[in-house]
């Protein structure tokens, strides 16, 4: 069981209960090209963790029956899946929605020369980390090297299309916070990324998602190395906005792990809490097939407090009103 979870599974946070499923956020695997020290998943090169193409043909069959919207994908770096883009061909022509979650570096990887093409000819939506505008912030929290790395890839990106006003090729990129802090207004940053990005390379993109750091894995563990971990957990807590409890991702989302086992989000799976609010043992996608889990109790813990801080924070960014109405305009 993971380090952190002591700290975490006692809580007061309120009880959330699952709405109509549209989205299931598959996770593909833990190996990737970086190691950044704000991943809840811990990924890095020398993960080996990867999803079969059975558990795949599994999440297909599951997606078809339930009449899934949108297929997330993300990792490690779910392009280093040796099925990555196989999934992609037969999830978009069953008409589902596919969004990747890239790092953007994997672009400029070998072998990799063409995924960006690959990802504008399927229709792919990106979904791209990049924490800040600035390359010594970048480079401080995903390694020396990422920012050039990440703009080379953004810019194969706005050729194909990503980005641009009527292409339909949508590309997003995500902020996090360097440190044990609240991410700031998602709309007001989103100005500020989308003038800079354009000013200093000439750069577009779609949208801004403004997410907050979860205490958990590396993050959790440096907060706690640094004698950080309860007053970050305090700032969670006394940001929480009961408001956002309607927009949280595990009302409308659920997560897959690599073997086919579920959980209510990411962040659960990252700390093995296995799905709904009863029972200890674990649920595999095979056992969903016929089932639907509207009402269904979400088992939380105290890093829950993480998505309902502030403006709340989730895959989507900003669960605030104002954020999310951007959002549907945007898109």
């Not at 570096?105 to 600035?134: G, K, R």
């Not at 194909?160 to 709309?187: E, F, H, K, R």
Request: aromatic share 6%.
């Amino acid at each position: 069981m993971h380090d952190m979870l002591p700290l975490l599974v006692k809580t007061d946070f309120p009880t959330v209960y699952r709405d109509r499923l549209e989205t299931v956020q598959a996770n593909l695997g833990y190996r990737c090209n970086q190691s950044c020290i704000h991943c809840h998943v811990a990924a890095g090169p020398q993960r080996t963790e990867t999803m079969n193409w059975e558990t795949m043909g599994l999440l297909l069959r599951y997606v078809s029956a339930r009449g899934i919207a949108a297929l997330d994908l993300t990792g490690g770096a779910p392009e280093l899946n040796p099925h990555f883009r196989a999934l992609v061909a037969h999830a978009r022509r069953q008409g589902v929605h596919v969004v990747d979650r890239c790092n953007l570096t994997i672009l400029n990887e070998p072998d990799q020369e063409d995924l960006a093409t690959f990802l504008a000819n399927h229709a792919v939506e990106i979904t791209a980390s990049l924490p800040c505008y600035l390359e010594e912030n970048v480079d401080q929290q995903r390694g020396k090297g990422v920012f050039e790395a990440s703009l080379a890839g953004l810019r194969q990106l706005n050729a194909l299309g990503y980005g641009q006003p009527g292409s339909g090729l949508i590309v997003n990129l995500v902020y996090n916070p360097l440190g044990p802090v609240l991410p700031p207004d998602q709309i007001g940053l989103e100005d500020a990324y989308k003038h800079e990005l354009a000013a200093r390379y000439g750069i577009v993109f779609n949208r801004l998602l403004a997410l907050a750091n979860m205490p958990i894995q590396r993050f959790g563990s440096q907060l706690v190395s640094k004698g950080q971990f309860k007053p970050y957990m305090a700032l969670l807590k006394s940001a929480h906005r009961d408001e956002n409890l309607a927009a949280v991702m595990c009302r409308n989302l659920i997560s897959v792990d690599w073997q086919g086992y579920v959980y209510d989000c990411d962040f659960n799976q990252m700390l093995q809490l296995p799905l709904g609010a009863n029972g200890p043992g674990r649920t595999h996608l095979t056992e969903l097939l016929d089932r639907e889990p509207i009402g269904a109790r979400v088992r939380v813990a105290d890093h829950c407090y993480g998505c309902t801080a502030g403006q709340g924070s989730s895959c989507g960014g900003a669960l605030d009103a104002a954020s999310m109405s951007l959002a549907k305009v945007a898109a």
